[in-house]
């Protein structure tokens, strides 16, 4: 099984979760799109649901793909969100935000009753870390905040590299019209105490560390998928 076939998996046995007349939040990432392709048979098939996307890019897809949509501000509870991530680790706690979509996504996934993650076993790891940790910052003031982030860090025991996120031809841009800064921290031994210190930080507008947020995990390995519960 490649690492496509994978996700479709992972993607699949999601599915299995989201019931006729759902109010669902709809992720962002290649394994999310997964997920939105098999969606669209359900709803071609007759499957009722409304979908709130987490990204223009997955709401430009769930639209070409005929899955209706609706905002967030129109259905601000929602029943399930299915959505990938960069890592995860025993306890459910992720990385997110590879893709810069981790503000609406951490906003979706908090607004729904239920989150499940769909990953392959690439992204389990032991530790937190191994993937750079994205940081949405506010333009204004920019070197001042990644300055309170380096120390935000030390005061956590960590150091490395913040980069700000670059699509080849300048700043990347979030859809909420902030830039991204990943930290290479390495391992994060305390997510929990990193997040309350990073949240202190004016500047900061939102982390990919998601803690406590996602309910179930459906992981894809060669062998078939697997369900992880914190
Ligand atoms: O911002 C992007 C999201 O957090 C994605 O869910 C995450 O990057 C995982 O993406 P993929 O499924 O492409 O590995």
Not at 107 to 130: N, P, Y
Not at 223 to 230: L, S, W
Request: aromatic share 4%; proline share 3%; hydrophobic share 45%.
């Amino acid at each position: 099984m490649d690492a496509r076939q994978m996700k479709i998996k992972a993607a699949e046995a999601a599915l299995a979760h989201v019931e006729d007349g759902m109010r669902l939040g709809i992720g962002t990432g290649s394994t999310a799109e997964e997920f939105v392709r098999l969606l669209a048979e359900k709803v071609e098939a007759g499957l009722s649901v409304l979908g709130v996307p987490t990204s223009e890019r997955t709401a430009r897809l769930c639209v070409e793909l005929g899955i209706p949509l609706r905002s967030l501000d129109e259905l601000p509870e929602l029943d399930l969100t299915i959505d990938g991530a960069d890592e995860l680790d025993a306890r459910l706690r992720l990385i997110k935000g590879g893709g810069g979509a981790l503000l609406r996504e951490k906003i979706v996934a908090t607004a729904s009753a239920r989150m499940i993650v769909i990953a392959d076993e690439s992204k389990v790891v032991d530790t937190l870390g191994a993937f750079k940790l994205p940081i949405e910052v506010n333009l204004f003031g920019l070197t001042a905040t990644r300055i309170a982030i380096e120390k935000a860090a030390a005061r956590c025991g960590l150091s490395g590299e913040i980069a700000l996120r670059s699509t080849g031809d300048g700043a990347y841009t979030t859809d909420g019209g902030h830039l991204i800064l990943d930290a290479s921290f390495g391992r994060i031994p305390d997510a929990e105490a990193l997040s309350d210190a990073l949240y202190r930080i004016p500047g900061v507008v939102e982390h990919g560390l998601f803690i406590g947020i996602a309910s179930l995990a459906v992981i894809a390995g060669p062998d078939g998928a697997r369900v992880m519960t914190p």
